[in-house]
T-cell receptor, first 113, second 115 residues
Framework: AQKVTQAQTEISVVEKEDVTLDCVYETRDTTYYLFWYKQPPSGELVFLIRRNSFDEQNEISGRYSWNFQKSTSSFNFTITASQVVDSAVYFCALIQRSYQLTFGKGTKLSVIP | NAGVTQTPKFRVLKTGQSMTLLCAQDMNHEYMYWYRQDPGMGLRLIHYSVGEGTTAKGEVPDGYNVSRLKKQNFLLGLESAAPSQTSVYFC??????????????FGPGTRLLVL
């Protein structure tokens, strides 16, 4: 069975602070994809990144960076110099050799001006 | 290119009424999915389809039916709505590669309130 745990239910930071959202996953398969999605207050789900299980390189996209560590089954997401527009619920998700994308329960990030 | 669209955006039903949610995608994706999102629960898969004319059950299929008569459309039906089906419903689509599913792209969601 696959499982995604986002232990942080809610996080509040002051604008310009850095913040890391944690994601821990469980899977028995050696081949899988990990994802991060953003859900702003408007409600839509926005795809941020996909990482396959064979690629442990960290990735940076502007103020966003992702740290994938198979040894600890973690795929953490860091926002540098946070902005009010980053306020949203962020979901980590996992898919293996099935059709089911398993989501964590999400972390609500509030960036205070 | 509209991506994934959902109709309607919001609906209020009385217990026992029926309705159909429509999902349409213009990305020529093979796979389509219906999820529901409830507070504190994340997203849970209701039904999915791997191609025109095929459907399968997900994690929480009870009380719902689906149909995929055309590749671009995926319908979610509630035959007799119950208050427990009050939720936000998301449709998604993806294209398979190497036996793994590619990124799922989501529609804007449908808010359903069952009284």
């Amino acid at each position: 069975a696959q499982k995604v745990t986002q232990a942080q239910t809610e996080i509040s930071v002051v604008e310009k602070e850095d913040v890391t959202l944690d994601c821990v996953y469980e899977t028995r398969d050696t081949t899988y994809y990990l994802f991060w999605y953003k859900q702003p207050p408007s409600g839509e789900l926005v795809f941020l990144i996909r990482r396959n299980s064979f690629d442990e390189q960290n990735e940076i996209s502007g103020r966003y960076s992702w740290n994938f560590q198979k040894s600890t089954s973690s795929f953490n997401f860091t926002i540098t110099a946070s902005q009010v527009v980053d306020s949203a619920v962020y979901f980590c998700a996992l898919i293996q050799r099935s059709y089911q994308l398993t989501f964590g329960k999400g972390t609500k990030l509030s960036v205070i001006p | 290119n509209a991506g994934v669209t959902q109709t309607p955006k919001f609906r209020v039903l009385k217990t026992g009424q029926s309705m159909t949610l429509l999902c349409a995608q213009d990305m020529n994706h093979e796979y389509m999915y219906w999820y529901r999102q409830d507070p504190g629960m994340g997203l849970r898969l209701i039904h999915y389809s791997v191609g025109e004319g095929t459907t399968a059950k997900g994690e929480v299929p009870d009380g719902y039916n689906v149909s995929r008569l055309k590749k671009q459309n995926f319908l979610l039906g509630l035959e007799s709505a119950a208050p427990s089906q009050t939720s936000v419903y998301f449709c998604a689509s993806s294209y398979p590669r190497d036996n793994l599913q590619e990124t799922q792209y989501f529609g804007p969601g449908t808010r359903l309130l069952v009284l």
